[in-house]
């Protein structure tokens, strides 16, 4: 399937600021009426992250990859402050505003599936149905500080070699990736600075998560006012996404259906034969 790139503007507290995104699909034009799968990237990431799922879902769905403000091909917020979550969900709803359908089936991995979890809750939301990738209403503060540790690193690489390298380390728990994948992940994952390759994000994401006395994050409220049908997706060795956390998922608000992807932490890939099936076969049975 052909993709295409796109840009659009998100409006914040300090000015417009242009957003880009990927889109799959035989209807990949502003006329389509079909359905519309959108697919949100984890914190330090970017949209190319889903090129393989895409593909897969693109033969009878529009799919739409963006790079969320601050990584991939989108611009850097003005004021590093401004990272964070109403902000990313204004700029989501922007998304689906100009993709000018009703709704959206949602596909977030970590950082995104917050994303479509706080849009899901909202009334009258948009959201049909939500995959949630190896993320919930309830993150351990050990799991956070781990996060904090590696967010808005800025190391600089001679090379895709070495920056492959890198990634391969800071990413182990993607799971076992092949070199084809690890390859498409790091052409995908760096930008070209005066000194080198560097990675392909702004490093002032990290702002939210430098301050002192990081804590449990708790959203159960949120998760509460969820209405459509969920799947939650947990990597076997996650610490963001405990077993406890996913069986309480099952059992209130929307009562998702929890499947566990063995081979992985946080969070899978969703590149191999076997997730995206899963996914793929969850949004055709819902529909």
């Known amino acids: 399937m052909d993709m295409g790139s796109r840009k659009f503007l998100g409006l914040g507290a300090h000015g417009f600021h242009a957003l880009a995104y990927a889109e799959w699909g035989a209807a990949n034009t502003t006329q389509f009426h079909g359905t519309t799968v959108v697919c949100v990237h984890g914190l330090t990431r970017n949209g190319r992250d889903f090129d393989f799922l895409a593909r897969a879902l693109a033969d009878d769905r529009r799919v739409v990859c963006p790079d969320v403000a601050g990584r991939g091909r989108s611009a850097w917020l003005a004021v590093a402050a401004d990272y964070g979550y109403p902000q990313y969900l204004a700029d989501m709803n922007a998304l689906i505003a100009r993709l000018a359908v009703e709704a959206v089936d949602w596909v977030g991995t970590s950082m995104g599936g917050l994303i479509g979890m706080m849009l899901a809750a909202q009334p009258g939301s948009p959201i049909r149905r939500l995959v949630i990738n190896d993320i919930g209403p309830f993150i351990p503060k050990a799991a956070v500080e781990r996060i904090a540790s590696y967010v808005g690193a800025d190391p600089r690489f001679p090379g895709l070699a070495e920056t492959e390298a890198y990634l391969r380390e800071i990413y182990a728990s993607f799971g076992d990736l092949d070199d084809a994948q690890w390859r498409h992940l790091t052409e995908h994952s760096v930008r070209q600075a005066d000194d080198g390759l560097a990675l392909a994000y702004d490093p002032a994401i990290a702002v939210p998560f430098k301050g002192e006395g990081l804590e449990d994050v708790v959203l159960w409220p949120v998760w509460e006012a969820v209405r459509c049908p969920v799947l939650v997706l947990r990597g076997a060795e996650s610490d963001v996404l405990s077993a406890e956390t996913a069986e309480r998922m ?38």
């Open 250 to 287: 099952a059992k209130s608000g929307p009562k998702a259906e929890v499947r566990t992807i063995t081979g992985c932490g946080h969070a899978p890939a969703l590149m191999d034969a076997r997730q995206i099936a899963i996914v793929r076969d969850w949004l055709s049975a819902t529909g």
